[in-house]
């Protein structure tokens, strides 16, 4: 199947985006979610490396480009409605800026927020005076 015939399926919003949830291929851990435009779903199909679009930037983000902590494809799923891609990954280090395995290290218990994962790694040994990728 062309590129081109695998946009044609996916729903993009009004902003040109989908949703984008990335999962270890492995494991089944749920890593993030971030955004994509068509141009960072043609170019991780093409390259086997996951490319978001970063809404706060505006522009195309290539997983790991400052950080080193990058995501390769291992099998691209688009759900039943075509509005949500999940990404089934291999990830290398941290997924999250705050250092952090996955995005998902907060859990609501017993009426607040609890920390349940620790950071892996301090955020500016992986993005120095960068914000974060």
């Known amino acids: 199947m062309a590129t081109a015939d695998i946009l044609k399926e996916v729903r993009f919003d009004a902003a040109g985006l989908v949703l984008a949830v990335a999962q270890q291929h492995d494991t089944g851990e749920v890593l993030m979610m971030a955004w994509m435009n068509a141009e960072a779903v043609a170019?991780?199909?093409?390259?086997?490396?996951?490319?978001?679009?970063?809404?706060?930037?505006?522009?195309?983000?290539?997983?790991?480009?400052?950080?080193?902590?990058?995501?390769?494809?291992?099998?691209?799923?688009?759900?039943?409605?075509?509005?949500?891609?999940?990404?089934?990954?291999?990830?290398?280090?941290?997924?999250?800026?705050?250092?952090?395995?996955?995005?998902?290290?907060?859990?609501?218990?017993d009426g607040a927020w609890v920390e349940i994962a620790a950071p892996l790694v301090a955020p500016d040994k992986l993005y120095g005076a960068h914000r974060h990728d």
Do not use: M, P
């Not at 291999?90 to 996955?102: E, L, M, P, S």
């Open 43 to 109: 170019e991780t199909l093409a390259t086997g490396r996951i490319c978001y679009f970063s809404r706060t930037r505006g522009k195309l983000w290539r997983k790991g480009e400052i950080s080193g902590q990058h995501q390769f494809l291992k099998e691209f799923r688009l759900d039943c409605d075509g509005d949500t891609i999940l990404l089934l990954v291999d990830q290398t280090g941290v997924a999250c800026h705050t250092g952090r395995r996955n995005c998902f290290f907060r859990a609501a218990r």
